[in-house]
T-cell receptor, first 109, second 114 residues
């Protein structure tokens, strides 16, 4: 199936700035997941969302499951250099699991 | 506790051959899922196993298969390799505990098909 539309593709920000990225789909999902991947490593699960409208935080990260079940966003507040990496969204509906192409985040000290 | 381990880490095969990749999950995790990651197609879900049964399957041809053993270790097999099968193959183990979902990925197996 078609992968998710994740934007932006890349971001260059200053340390301390807030970041926002989002994923949209033409299909509905019952679960949204956000991951971070560093070079040479597997993805790390950041946040899992299970309910439309749900807003969940994990430290400086906040993610929301869109009301339509077709979108989700991830915010990172007060970015730090170790936030550098590629962030992926994933939507899952039973056996159908799709990923966004990723947002590459660069943080300048 | 030990993380998810994948072996081998790197593999070079030629077209037409077959390959078997192995994944050892975190102790206590009964679900293992497999993913393919390529620069062109990104991350794609292959399949998920739970208690030795395939629970979900992505949109991949039958050349891609897997299995899970009673100790939750999993293997995936790709037969009749094609150049396009060159990719990073990731496995993840997971469980639902205390109302939350835990999932951990291994470092992946980098497969190159020549």
């Amino acid at each position: 199936g078609q992968q998710l539309n994740q934007s932006p593709q890349s971001m260059f920000i200053q340390e301390g700035e807030d970041v926002s990225m989002n994923c949209t789909s033409s299909s509905i999902f019952n679960t949204w997941l956000w991951y971070k991947q560093d070079p040479g490593e597997g993805p790390v699960l950041l946040i899992a969302l299970y309910k439309a409208g749900e807003l969940t935080s994990n430290g400086r990260l906040t993610a929301q499951f869109g009301i339509t079940r077709k979108d989700s966003f991830l915010n990172i507040s007060a970015s730090i250099p170790s936030d550098v990496g590629i962030y992926f969204c994933a939507g899952q509906e039973w056996a159908d699991m799709r990923f966004g192409a990723g947002t590459r985040l660069t943080v300048k000290p | 506790k030990a993380g998810v381990t994948q072996t081998p880490r790197y593999l070079i095969k030629t077209r037409g051959q077959q390959v078997t990749l192995s994944c050892s999950p975190i102790s206590g995790h009964r679900s293992v899922s497999w993913y393919q990651q390529t620069p062109g197609q990104g991350l794609q879900f292959l399949f998920e196993y739970f208690s030795e049964t395939q629970r979900n399957k992505g949109n991949f041809p039958g050349r891609f298969s897997g299995r899970q053993f009673s100790n939750s270790r999993s293997e995936m097999n790709v037969s009749t390799l094609e150049l396009g099968d060159s990719a990073l193959y990731l496995c993840a183990s997971s469980r639902t505990a205390g109302g939350g979902f835990e999932q951990y990925f291994g470092p992946g197996t980098r497969l190159t098909v020549t």
